[in-house]
């Protein structure tokens, strides 16, 4: 079954460092969306991207964040100057349409800021 | 906007009972339901969903109504085993072409 792929799993990084949080979408999704979950609550909606843009953004993610998608298969999230307060999980997702498609997440990657 | 409630946080029950978890969402103009199941250190994975032209769905020991005058819908697990043991999260679909997801229900399933 196709799968979406997150690397590194955990990430350990300094208050201020930059870290950038990768994925590799199914092939065929034409939607990519990151979403949060801090330790023991909701998973929260970060940002989509579509057609090479940004299609929709939440309140958290400010001009620290920024998504691109380099090539034809991967999907990244930056976080320029990271604060103690974005230790969270880290789920990528990918969809064929709208979410009424239904998404397919990764297995996050585990932020850690110290 | 939209906002998604769920109840219980934490579910125990004994192999072979039935697990309930219900949800309700504020915006009338949802009309995407997905049911996700997160074990420990994994991503959410989808169990099952319902459109809003829908008023049950089964799949198997799941299935999921969905009730759109009152705007809430509910997941029911039937005959539950130890490896339904894990974290369900409900969610709608919102606005901007995302989910926005309850705060889940921790179910313990004791053999």
């Known amino acids: 079954e196709p799968e979406v792929t997150q690397t590194p799993s955990h990430q350990v990084t300094q208050m201020g460092q930059e870290v950038i949080l990768r994925c590799v979408p199914i092939s065929n999704h034409l939607y990519f969306y990151w979403y949060r979950q801090i330790l023991g609550q909701k998973v929260e909606f970060l940002v989509s991207?579509?057609?090479?843009?940004?299609?929709?953004k939440s309140e958290i993610f400010d001009d620290q964040f920024s998504v691109e998608r380099p090539d034809g298969s991967n999907f990244t999230l930056k976080i320029r100057s990271t604060k103690l307060e974005d230790s969270a999980m880290y789920f990528c997702?990918?969809?064929?349409?709208?979410?009424?498609?239904?998404?397919?997440f990764g297995s996050g990657t585990r932020l850690t800021v110290v | 906007g939209e906002n998604v409630e769920q109840h219980p946080s934490t579910l125990s029950v004994q192999e072979g009972d039935s697990a309930v978890i219900k949800c309700t969402y504020s915006d009338s103009a949802s009309n995407y339901f997905p049911w996700y199941k997160q074990e420990l250190g994994k991503g959410p994975q989808l169990i099952i969903d319902?459109?809003?032209?829908?008023g049950e769905k089964k799949d198997q020991r799941i299935a999921v109504t969905l009730n759109k005058t009152a705007k809430h819908f509910s997941l029911h697990i039937t005959e539950t085993q130890p490896e339904d043991s894990a974290v369900y999260f409900c969610?709608?679909?919102?606005?901007?072409?995302?989910?926005?997801f309850g705060k889940g229900t921790k179910l313990s399933v004791k053999p």
């Open positions: 991207f579509y057609n090479n843009e940004i299609s929709e």
């Open positions: 969610a709608a679909s919102g606005s901007q072409g995302n989910l926005i």
């Open positions: 319902i459109r809003s032209n829908v």
């Open positions: 997702a990918s969809s064929v349409g709208s979410p009424n498609y239904g998404y397919t």
